[in-house]
């Protein structure tokens, strides 16, 4: 089994920062992509942000220049800094995995979301 938790959310003002984790454990040889999705009350949940297992980096043009991506691959880790947040950034943020790898010997591939943490920016 695969266990993902999110850890970091919280209460900020606008302006403020956070940085979120999402630590996955259990059988896991490989992770291909993670990223961070968010759902407002009444949204469609919005990608945010998305990391390859080389690195490489994408971000909503709402996010750009205050949000990083990062990850540990060593400890199938994915954070988010959030600065200068907003108000809109209010949302439950969540990890996704894209593309785990259980072990050496299986080429099968599965995906995993984190339960959720709640993120509220106040003006």
């Known amino acids: 089994q695969v266990q993902v938790a999110e850890s970091g959310g919280g209460l900020v003002q606008a302006g403020g920062s956070l940085r979120l984790s999402c630590a996955a454990s259990?059988?896991?040889?490989?992770?291909?992509?993670m990223a961070w999705y968010r759902q407002a009350p009444g949204e469609q949940r919005e990608l945010v942000a998305t990391i390859t297992s080389g690195g490489s980096t994408t971000y909503a043009d709402s996010v750009k220049g205050r949000f990083t991506i990062s990850r540990d691959n060593a400890k199938n880790t994915v954070y988010l800094q959030m600065n200068a947040l907003v108000p809109e950034d209010t949302s439950i943020y969540y990890c996704y995995l894209d593309g785990v790898r259980r072990s050496i010997s299986s080429l099968a591939l599965q995906d995993y979301w984190g339960q959720g943490t709640q993120v509220t920016v106040t003006s």
């Open positions: 259990g059988s896991i040889f490989r992770i291909n992509s």
